[in-house]
């Protein structure tokens, strides 16, 4: 079935269990959904059925990467990955904020399926297929029946790690600052496992004894650190919408205030269908030099670029849904934005 050798790869940002299968799991019941490319699928959890399953289709001409925003802290989920043929490549767990799968170029489709993990939790997960090239549009009906078939090899990337510069310990400290203490010392050419950064240009650190922080100016990070969560006790500014209605946030990013934390509360929802569920519209535009490197999305790893709008249910019981609005750590000019939430 396969003419080409299919590598996987699995973007750590924290803990994330990656295992290998040899066999082929039990079809789940529920159906497959089509998960078209650029347009997020929103998974509120618990889920309705058992599992929840979605299918897409790989680029010809470029890799593509299936991407997991989590947007309820804590949420415990596991996802398996599929080929066209049922056999499950890869699985992982997940109670982190982000995680990524690729698959090389091809025309191949692919199943993932989702199920919450121990006791999951309630919350909400969005499902996105991206690609750097064409994409390929198949219909849900082609999708073929799954069955048994060979496994490709599984690699993972390095995890992110934050280095001390050639030549110079590094103070391991308290908090995100010159005024917390001294905790501990990173050897010259020394290395911790990264799990976060703040406004102010520090990476949060484990140690042997718990979590530290050292700074961007006298350590360096390496491995998969493009998505490294921003860790920031800001509170959110609200953005309140009424079930029916619109509303909008205009706010700005500075060399000094590089990121927003918005939540977007929907108000009206009631206990009885239809009037428990609503879905809206999101769109972020921005002016400034600089708007094009703003990023926005999930807290800790926003991906979206200036512009971008997305479709995104809210219900009772999922009624707030948390959004970062980014830009570079050395960007040198002020951009504003404003976010429009507008009911469909």
Known sequence: MFRE????????????????????????????????????????????HETEQYTFSADPSAPTTLTFYSL?????????LRDRDGQVIATLSNTLPHASLS???GSD???????????????????????????????????????AAAAPPVQAETPCRAVSRAGANVNIRSGPGLEHTIIGVLPAG??????????????RVETGSGQGWVSGSVAALDGACDRLPLVDETEPLPLVVDR???NSLDGQL????????????????????????AEFTLTLTCTGQGAEAVRWGAP?????????????????????????VAMPENAAEMVQYSLLVVSR
């Open 5 to 48: 050798r299919r590598i996987v790869f699995i973007s750590l940002f924290s803990l994330i269990i990656l295992t290998l299968f040899g066999c082929q799991s039990p079809r789940p019941s529920a159906a497959s959904a089509w998960l078209p490319t650029n347009s997020p699928a929103w998974v509120h959890f618990p889920l309705g």
């Open 103 to 105: 698959v090389g170029p």
């Open 190 to 203: 020394g290395a911790l496992a990264a799990g976060g950064r703040s406004l102010n240009g520090w990476y």
């Open 300 to 324: 800790g790893s926003p991906a979206f670029p200036c512009g971008q709008t997305i479709t995104l249910p809210f219900m009772l019981g999922s009624d707030r849904q948390q959004f970062a």
């Open 254 to 277: 500075s060399p000094g205030d590089a990121a927003d934390l918005v939540q977007v509360a929907v108000t009206r929802l009631q206990p009885q269908p239809p009037d428990n569920y």
């Open 244 to 246: 029916e209605g619109w």
């Open 109 to 147: 489709l692919y199943e993932v399926i989702l199920r919450p993990s121990g006791a999951g939790g309630a919350g909400a997960l969005a499902l996105t297929v991206s690609s750097s090239g064409g994409v390929q549009t198949v219909s849900s009906a082609a999708v073929s029946p799954l069955a």
């Open 72 to 80: 309820s802290p804590g949420l415990a989920y596991t996802a398996e």
